[in-house]
């Protein structure tokens, strides 16, 4: 245990792990969670900071199991620090990271290199992912710690491109490690780029990289998935097709994510929001978003995640198809989802079900994703009486802009705590506060 101070949460409306919610107290000493109650008695001897929580909700730290934080290489763009500070004012308090910085994750020396920024910088406990190249079978082997294997099988240029079969099953049939897909057919893409060039609209993205080129890749890694009984993750899931072809083909070893911005936003924001609205896989069609809810409601969909993935404004203010494709989401996942609750669309249990629990469950993180005795003081205080406005002069991400800039949300974060000392209270963060990295438990499927 650390030695700093414990803290005692009063009066707050607490997520248990069954689902029920009881007004009551928590009780967290050094970086753990000790007691969950009602009228809890104070330790007296001990130095305890007490939080006031009465009106508000108090949920499991958002797990975000899917950001590019920019850092090294492309920091004009975001970096560890401020990435990290987007996160404590989101509540997220636990990220997974992509490997296509500069240079890419590939190796042990790039990933040692990550988490040695990470623990110098990261306000929130952090992950890295290894990316497969199709060179580097043996690195993806040995590397740790990492939460996985993530495999481009489209939308990227350079060695993290595997798009080929030959190239893809190799990397399925050896080891046990989660493989995780950003699936898109990038034959197929290049074939539609041909057909569509020329035009300056970015909502022809969503044509380019349609709704097949999706469930073709998925289809392929399901299939090699099935072959070796490899744990596989599919990324961003963002068609109906692709939600419909799980249901009834998905083995209790494949499991799929999707964000808040393939189910709440749809082809129509690039009337609105121009190349804001640009991203991969593309948004899609209203269709696609009610589908994709259901998938998500069913359990088909296990968990959410943001794909947070910056870029400057004068970077998206370039003409498609030389805009790149990419949006911020931290700092606004947790209220995006919990104003759906509040409307009526799902519970605040199963949002907190899907931005935590269930990610820690499937990428085997222990401790977190729970309040109860024993787990990590990982935890969000929430407001759900008070609606504000997405605006982008408040953000704390570098690229200071939201593709839900207007919208009207409740469930803010008002305090962040992360291994039981709080980040992030009432609009101040404490940068002085430091992440841990995550471990993950190792075992067969």
């Not at 057909?195 to 349609?210: K, V």
């Not at 994703?369 to 759900?384: E, K, R, S, T």
């Amino acid at each position: 245990m650390s030695n700093h101070t414990h803290l005692f949460i009063r009066q707050a409306t607490i997520l248990l792990p069954t689902g029920e919610f009881l007004l009551g107290d928590v009780k967290v000493q050094g970086s753990q969670i000790v007691e969950v109650g009602a009228n809890l008695a104070v330790d007296s001897a001990a130095e305890t900071v007490e939080i006031n929580a009465q009106g508000l909700t108090l949920l499991p730290g958002v797990i975000d199991p899917q950001v590019h934080f920019r850092e090294p290489g492309l920091e004009h763009k975001e970096d560890l620090f401020t990435a990290s500070c987007a996160c404590a004012k989101g509540g997220v308090t636990s990220f997974l990271e992509m490997p296509n910085t500069r240079p890419l994750t590939t190796n042990q020396a790039a990933l040692t290199d990550k988490l040695q920024r990470a623990s110098q910088k990261c306000l929130v406990n952090y992950g890295f992912f290894i990316g497969a190249t199709g060179e580097n079978l043996e690195d993806l082997l040995t590397v740790n710690p990492t939460c996985g294997i993530k495999i481009f099988m489209g939308s990227m240029k350079g060695p993290l491109l595997v798009d080929e079969e030959t190239a893809l099953e190799p990397i399925f049939a050896k080891g046990d490690r989660l493989i995780a897909v950003h699936a898109e057919d990038q034959a197929r893409i290049n074939q539609r780029r041909q057909e569509f060039a020329g035009i300056s609209n970015p909502a022809i993205h969503s044509q380019i990289q349609d709704n097949q080129a999706a469930l073709s890749a998925t289809k392929l890694a399901c299939k090699l998935s099935k072959k070796y009984q490899r744990r596989l993750h599919i990324l961003h899931l963002s068609t109906g097709e692709e939600a419909e072809y799980l249901r009834q083909e998905k083995p209790d070893w494949i499991t799929a994510e999707v964000t808040p911005q393939h189910l709440l936003l749809n082809t129509s924001a690039y009337e609105t929001i121009g190349t804001k609205a640009q991203m991969n896989p593309p948004l899609r069609s209203p269709q696609d978003n009610q589908i994709l809810w259901q998938a998500l409601q069913d359990g088909v969909i296990d968990f959410i995640a943001t794909d947070h993935a910056p870029h400057t404004l004068e970077e998206k203010a370039q003409d498609y198809p030389n805009s790149p494709s990419g949006m911020p989401g931290v700092e606004t996942s947790l209220a995006l989802m919990l104003t759906q609750a509040e409307q009526g669309r799902c519970t605040i249990a199963q949002v907190s079900n899907w931005m935590s629990t269930a990610v820690a469950k499937h990428y085997k993180i222990p401790n977190k994703g729970a309040i109860a005795p024993g787990y990590d003081a990982d935890l969000v205080l929430v407001d759900l009486n008070t609606y504000r406005p997405v605006l982008a002069e408040q953000l704390l991400t570098k690229c200071g802009w939201s593709p839900f800039e207007g919208w009207n949300l409740t469930g803010w974060a008002v305090v962040t705590i992360v291994g039981g000392q709080v980040v992030y209270d009432r609009g101040q963060l404490n940068t002085e506060v430091r992440g841990q990295a995550l471990r993950f438990e190792t075992s067969t499927n």
